[in-house]
């Protein structure tokens, strides 16, 4: 169990709390990291982020004119970003003996993930709409923790499912922008932005565990039976991938693949 006054004190506490102030606005971490370990299966959840028994269907580009719709997404992706935090403090948990420069990076995309989960449900208020207002999923959670090691993780967290949302943030960006939501529209480009840093994160510390990314290679750091489909948007944001690390020939190679 971890120490308390610890970072790991700390993240032990974000993911198992059940309060949305706590999700949303954590107390100051302390900076003393002691390469101590837990195993969480599952995180706490506040009653507002309840998590519904049918998966929720994420709204398609061409239904956010509809103010209802736009906070339905962005909701969904408050979710997501809500999820990503907390998963990176399970994998500090999960591999305390990884790198301390790993861990702390960890910790750094924790701070980016939150801070991203209050610019969306800033917008969801704006909007008219309460944290709560719509049905979520924890998809996420559902199989991240397949990962076994640090490679695994940043395989198919970093890599995989930060590197869709650089396809995603780039898409529904623009439909937001065309729906008439300008403010909506910032913030998506801003996440997307700051993701290529999280990405270039998986990327660097994959390759130098594993061997340059390349499209099999990276299969094979997947935790089965996930699949490069579930990683990849409609159209792929090549440009952003490109300056997130992942290699012109990856990207050409995710493009093409099929099952």
């Given at each position: 169990m971890p120490s308390e006054g610890t970072a790991e004190?700390?993240?032990?506490?974000?993911?198992?709390?059940?309060?949305?102030?706590?999700?949303?606005?954590?107390?100051?971490?302390?900076?003393?990291?002691?390469?101590?370990?837990?195993?969480?299966?599952?995180p706490g959840r506040p009653p507002e982020?309840?998590?519904?028994?049918?998966?929720?269907?994420?709204?398609?580009?061409?239904?956010?004119?509809?103010?209802?719709?736009?906070a339905q997404l962005l909701h969904v992706f408050l979710h997501h970003e809500l999820q990503a935090a907390e998963l990176?403090?399970?994998a500090l948990l999960r591999f305390p003996d990884a790198p301390a420069a790993?861990?702390?990076?960890?910790?750094?995309?924790?701070?980016?993930?939150?801070?991203?989960?209050?610019?969306?449900?800033?917008r969801v208020e704006a909007l008219g709409f309460a944290v709560g207002a719509f049905p979520v999923r924890d998809w996420f959670w559902e199989r991240v923790p397949a990962a076994s090691s640090p490679l695994a993780f940043v395989a198919l967290f970093g890599i995989g499912l930060e590197g869709a949302n650089l396809d995603h943030a780039a898409r529904f960006g623009a439909a937001l922008r065309a729906a008439g939501d300008e403010q909506s529209a910032a913030v998506q480009d801003l996440v997307g932005r700051e993701e290529e840093a999280h990405v270039r994160f998986a990327v660097r510390w994959f390759e130098r565990w594993a061997s340059?990314?390349?499209?099999?290679?990276?299969?094979?750091?997947?935790?089965?039976?996930?699949?490069?489909?579930?990683?990849?948007?409609?159209?792929?944001?090549?440009?952003?991938?490109?300056?997130?690390?992942?290699?012109?020939?990856f990207v050409d190679a995710l493009e093409a693949y099929v099952p």
């Amino acid at each position: 169990m971890p120490s308390e006054g610890t970072a790991e004190a700390w993240a032990r506490d974000y993911v198992l709390s059940e309060r949305l102030e706590h999700k949303l606005a954590p107390p100051p971490r302390p900076r003393v990291l002691v390469g101590e370990g837990v195993a969480i299966a599952r995180p706490g959840r506040p009653p507002e982020l309840a998590p519904a028994a049918r998966p929720p269907k994420t709204p398609r580009p061409g239904a956010l004119g509809d103010p209802r719709k736009r906070a339905q997404l962005l909701h969904v992706f408050l979710h997501h970003e809500l999820q990503a935090a907390e998963l990176m403090c399970w994998a500090l948990l999960r591999f305390p003996d990884a790198p301390a420069a790993f861990r702390r990076g960890l910790l750094s995309i924790c701070d980016d993930e939150i801070r991203h989960a209050r610019l969306y449900a800033e917008r969801v208020e704006a909007l008219g709409f309460a944290v709560g207002a719509f049905p979520v999923r924890d998809w996420f959670w559902e199989r991240v923790p397949a990962a076994s090691s640090p490679l695994a993780f940043v395989a198919l967290f970093g890599i995989g499912l930060e590197g869709a949302n650089l396809d995603h943030a780039a898409r529904f960006g623009a439909a937001l922008r065309a729906a008439g939501d300008e403010q909506s529209a910032a913030v998506q480009d801003l996440v997307g932005r700051e993701e290529e840093a999280h990405v270039r994160f998986a990327v660097r510390w994959f390759e130098r565990w594993a061997s340059p990314l390349a499209l099999d290679r990276w299969r094979e750091a997947l935790p089965p039976p996930l699949s490069p489909i579930v990683m990849r948007g409609r159209p792929l944001a090549r440009e952003a991938r490109v300056r997130a690390g992942q290699p012109p020939a990856f990207v050409d190679a995710l493009e093409a693949y099929v099952p």
